[in-house]
């Protein structure tokens, strides 16, 4: 990287966290309170992930997020759907000077650091867009080091076909893509036993907030 450039941006997208807003497809497990608990403890260990995987690319970590932010002059998503919101944080970043933008959700604690480091290097390497295709169908990562906003409009959002639909039109637009492992999120009840399993014993230590959270539940404790 030049003297004076900026480093690509590793950005995690968070929701503010508010009862009855957040994780709400675990509230029939979790209950309301839980899976409030539940979506702090995510973000807070997705932000420890993303730290490391910047510190090994020499990326700056960010966090972007819906609603109020913890504090003032914080990075916020703004209005609008998640393609509208995706859009805006990587058309803001890319404007300031970052040479390259990568994006995380808060739903993936286990994903290894290495993974998000090893998009930001394919991006430098002269990749277009990276993505990172979820077991849902959707995309657990995604990165670009142009802006490409139709990538972001009239998506099925939240659909099983948002990853492949996001390939085909990238394909459309000519833009050379690389495409990461597969990997899981924690979206609905289902997922909460494959979370326990990817976070026993020594495996605590990738999610400790999470993993700290789910030993309590189970146990009947807050």
């Known amino acids: 990287m030049r003297r004076g450039a900026r480093p690509p941006a590793v950005v995690l997208f968070a929701r503010a966290a508010r009862p009855g807003r957040v994780k709400t497809r675990l509230e029939p ?24 995987a910047a510190r090994r690319c020499g990326a700056r970590a960010l966090v972007a997020w819906t609603g109020r932010p913890p504090r003032a002059g914080a990075l916020t998503q703004g209005q609008g759907d998640l393609g509208a919101r995706l859009r805006r944080v990587v058309h803001r970043l890319l404007r300031a000077g970052h040479p390259a933008v990568v994006v995380i959700g808060s739903d993936s604690p286990t994903l290894p650091p290495a993974t998000i480091a090893r998009a930001v290097r394919r991006l430098a390497r002269g990749a277009d867009l990276v993505l990172g295709p979820a077991t849902d169908g959707g995309y657990y990562l995604i990165g670009l080091r142009s802006d490409q906003p139709a990538l972001f409009s009239g998506m099925p959002w939240g659909g099983a076909r948002l990853c492949a639909r996001t390939l085909r039109r990238a394909a459309r637009l000519g833009l050379v893509t690389e495409r990461l492992p597969l990997f899981w999120d924690v979206d609905r009840p289902a997922d909460l036993a494959r979370l326990r399993r990817a976070l026993r014993g020594r495996k605590a230590r990738r999610a400790p907030r999470t993993a700290a959270l789910l030993r309590a539940a189970r146990r009947g404790g807050p």
């Open 29 to 52: 497990a979790l209950g309301r309170a839980g899976a409030l608990r539940l979506h702090r403890a995510l973000v807070a260990d997705s932000r420890d992930l993303l730290r490391t």
